[in-house]
């Protein structure tokens, strides 16, 4: 379908394609549209990279309704630093890769993408920062119920990591996810109707900590204390992260990844005001 859908895009249009994916790169030169490519390395020609910890363009060209010509950059074809980026992970880099070659099309400044995208923080339930609580960063990450994007979720934090994952089983093979668990994770708290099944594929790949919660809010004090026993030794400072990414749909237990979202963030507030009220004893 999106194959065909790059078919039938408009001569005077353009096809923005990621470049690392061998699938999605094929599709340029399937019909009239020309073709801006991106990756996270050097642009190729006439299109979006990344070279020296920037952002860059190789001569992107803008669309005939907005002009034609060469699309402006600053100096050596740079338009922001990566470490501008207020979103987590590499996956990240290649979405603002393709915002930024998008933006290029239409003619907008180098200067408007680089405040836009220094600004934008994401959207909730996916990857969303909800709170740091005495050294424990808490992510809310509902959206991610595929098996790969829980991987990417996994790999925008560094270690250590409490994932608490779980709800109703979508069917489908969970891939490289137990693999990149067990490498990635500190601990697992299990919830819901696949806890059983993502259990034993877990620690089957060689994670050790798994423990089962019967409601969310349990699940997030039990990560918060696996969470601390992870800082132990660590260096002062030193951040650990708990994840909900379920692998899993939420109509065991909610209505919709939106309310488990908020959920999980109701139960982080409710952590973080008990510990609050503890330390003011």
């Keep these: 379908m999106k194959r065909r859908l790059a078919e039938l895009v408009d001569p005077d249009g353009a096809l923005v394609l990621n470049a690392e994916d061998p699938v999605v790169a094929a599709y340029a030169g399937l019909g009239t549209a020309p073709s801006v490519l991106y ?9 979006v990279g990344v070279a020296h910890g920037w952002i860059v363009a190789a001569g992107v060209a803008r669309l005939p309704l907005a002009g034609g010509g060469a699309a402006a950059t600053g100096p050596g074809g740079r338009v922001l630093p990566i470490d501008e980026l207020r979103i ?4 990240n880099v290649s ?4 915002a930024v070659a998008t933006a290029m099309l239409f003619g907008v400044a180098p200067d408007a993408i680089r405040r836009a995208a220094a600004n934008f923080t994401g959207v909730e339930h996916r990857l969303e920062e909800v709170a740091i609580v005495d050294g424990v960063r808490f992510v809310n990450d509902s959206q991610g119920t595929q098996p790969d994007a829980v991987v990417a979720a996994l790999h925008a934090f560094e270690p250590p990591i409490v994932l608490i994952a779980g709800g109703r089983d979508k069917g489908v093979d969970l891939g490289e996810l137990p693999a990149v668990v067990a490498e990635r994770a500190a601990a697992a708290v299990l919830i819901g109707e696949s806890a059983p099944h993502l259990e034993a594929r877990f620690a089957a790949a060689g994670l050790a900590r798994l423990e089962r919660a019967e409601t969310l809010e349990a699940a997030v004090a039990r990560a918060d204390d696996l969470a601390h026993d992870a800082l132990a030794g660590t260096p002062p400072g030193a951040t650990a992260t708990v ?4 692998a899993a749909a939420s109509f065991d237990m909610f209505a919709d990844y939106a309310a488990r979202g908020r959920a999980f963030k109701d139960a982080v507030r409710a952590l973080a005001t008990a510990r609050a009220q503890r330390r003011d004893r």
């Design 88 to 91: 987590p992970g590499a996956h």
């Design 39 to 47: 990756r996270r390395e050097r642009p190729m020609p006439g299109g």
């Design 243 to 246: 994840l909900l990414s379920p």
């Design 95 to 98: 979405n603002a890769l393709a």
